[in-house]
């Protein structure tokens, strides 16, 4: 079967690296979607010390046209391919997995992935954002620049 080469259509950007602790929202790195097709948050856990009570600790994906912080929305679930609650840990042991994936269709500049955990949450969390189908190609870097709110 022959190979096919997408890295050259692919562009990744760092969606979120923290430390859960309690109920403090970790909000992750802005990225724009703008000039991509296909937008996919790909996420992991690292050490998960304690997922809390409750309902562990879950992901939002927010959207905006601006990079100002107060503008950042959360998505509606039909701009997205899965479900958010599918990507919630509520194990102990859910240690350094691959929790997994979502899509944005979406029609907003910027995204960004924010995790919140619940009383007792202490975990290492991280996850990447993977562009494709970019307007013009093939991509001139393979990396996103990471955007700070404003």
Known sequence: MRKSDIRSLTTI????????????????????????????????TGTVTDAGTAAGFSVEIQESDTTADADFTAVADT???????????????SDT????????????????????????????VSGAWILQGPRYAPVVSATAANISAT
Do not use: M
């Open 97 to 124: 997995i691959p929790v997994g994936s979502v899509g944005y269709i979406g029609t907003k500049k910027y995204v960004r992935a924010v995790i919140t955990g619940t009383t007792g949450t202490d975990a290492a």
């Open 13 to 44: 950007a760092v969606a979120i690296s923290a430390t859960l602790s309690g109920t403090t929202a970790s909000v992750g790195n802005i990225v724009d979607v703008s000039n991509f097709q296909h937008v996919t948050l790909a996420y992991f």
């Open 79 to 93: 701009d997205l391919i899965g479900t958010e609650a599918a990507l919630a840990v509520t194990d102990d042991a």
